[in-house]
């Protein structure tokens, strides 16, 4: 059977990296196309040095259609995953109009541009956010969506849009795939998450805790209604995550639609478990200090996570002491990122 040609977009970033090394290793024909905004174009020998092969790259920004145009013109693509895009809360709030740029105009670019290529099939990197604080746990695909800061709401617009085009033109497959909290890194300790500045993010603030750069964990809050009052959330193993998306896009390949899928493990976890368990990872005490709650922050978070095994015959196999353990490998392999 002739290989399938997929275009990743942001295919050098965190979740990108590891999306590439699935699709490889699944027999798919990777096209990886990125502005190195947030990562490095060592990314690629690091994915050669673990699939034995360079995936093809662009260094091309989704914001500039005639550079997309050449990337479709160049090559037979049969379906793009889309995870380029900024992806900062906070930062989100003081930068809107970059942020509705970037993920917006250059998501309907790219959209455009596969629409007159007449590649009608996208897997899209929406995210748990976009249910903003749930009435309830686990989070089913369709709980009511709402956002609070401008990230999200560019998650949701790309969402609708995404069903718009679906609307308009019943060919396309839409896979809308809502990632809870990815984590961990590739086991070899090639690929992994490389925050830029101080991380926001729990795991990445935890592992440089463990590694000496910052003193203790700021624990956000431990008056929440969970089990030990730290907030809850469902963790997943960016390579579980990744594996998501090779079966989402073979689904994709085989279905038209519009499909909103959670990918998550089912399990939430607290912030102490979390600590606990990274503890247990690097064999030492990682000190913390509660403070006040994190504005915006809410209890609990995890996904149901029945309609991915019904629809894709995926499900989650990394548990919480292994995504620690692959982070912190990945830390003391890369102490200062990837370069
Ligand atoms: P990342 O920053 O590591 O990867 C994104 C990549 O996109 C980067 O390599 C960046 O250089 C590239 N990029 C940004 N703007 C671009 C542009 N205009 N043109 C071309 N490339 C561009 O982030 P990630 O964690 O791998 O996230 C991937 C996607 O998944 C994002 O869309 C993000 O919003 C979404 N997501 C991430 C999480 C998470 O916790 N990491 C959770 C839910 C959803
Ligand atoms: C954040 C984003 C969300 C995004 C998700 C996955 C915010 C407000 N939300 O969610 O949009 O989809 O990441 O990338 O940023 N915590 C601490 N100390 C820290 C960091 C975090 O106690 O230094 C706690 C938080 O209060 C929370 C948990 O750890 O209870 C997880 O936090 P984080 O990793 O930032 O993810 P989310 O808040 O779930």
């Not at 003081?94 to 099939?121: F, R, W």
């Not at 308009?168 to 984590?183: A, C, G, K, Q, T």
């Amino acid at each position: 059977m002739e290989k399938k040609t997929i275009l990743v977009t942001g295919g050098t970033g965190y979740i990108g990296s590891h999306t590439c090394v699935a699709l490889m290793q699944a027999g798919y024909e990777v096209i990886a196309l990125d502005n190195l905004y947030n990562s490095n174009e060592v990314v690629l020998d690091r994915i050669k040095e673990i699939t034995g092969e360079r995936p093809k790259f662009y260094q091309t920004d989704v914001l500039d259609k005639e550079g997309l145009r050449k990337v479709f013109a160049e090559n037979h693509i049969d379906a793009v995953i889309h995870f380029a895009g900024y992806k900062a809360v906070g930062e989100s709030v003081e930068i809107p109009l970059t942020y509705y740029e970037n993920n917006i105009s250059g998501s309907v670019n790219l959209y455009e541009v596969m629409k007159d290529a007449g590649c009608k099939t996208i897997v899209f990197s929406s995210s748990a956010t976009v249910y903003g604080d749930p009435a309830s746990v686990p989070i089913k695909e369709d709980f009511p969506v709402s956002t609070t800061n401008p990230y999200g709401t560019t998650k949701l617009f790309n969402e609708r849009i995404l069903e718009d085009v679906y609307t308009s033109d019943h060919e396309w497959s839409v896979m809308l795939l809502r990632y809870f909290n990815p984590i961990g890194a590739h086991k070899s300790g090639l690929l992994g998450e490389v925050p830029n500045g101080t991380p926001n993010n729990l795991v990445p603030y935890i592992a440089r805790v463990a590694n000496g750069q910052l003193e203790y964990l700021r624990v956000w809050g431990n008056d929440y209604k969970t089990p030990d009052g730290t907030g809850v959330r469902d963790y997943i193993h960016v390579v579980d995550l990744a594996n998501g998306h090779i079966s989402a896009v073979k689904y994709a390949l085989e279905h038209k639609g519009v499909e909103k899928i959670n990918l998550g493990t089912g399990k939430g976890y607290s912030v102490l478990d979390v600590l606990h368990a990274y503890e247990k990872a690097c064999g030492k005490t990682l000190p913390y200090k509660i403070l006040a709650r994190r504005a915006g922050d809410i209890a609990e978070c995890y996904a149901d996570t029945e309609k991915a095994k019904k629809l894709l015959g995926w499900q989650a196999q990394y548990d919480i002491d292994e995504m620690c353990r692959d982070s912190w490998n990945f830390t003391l392999k890369n102490p200062n990122g990837i370069h």
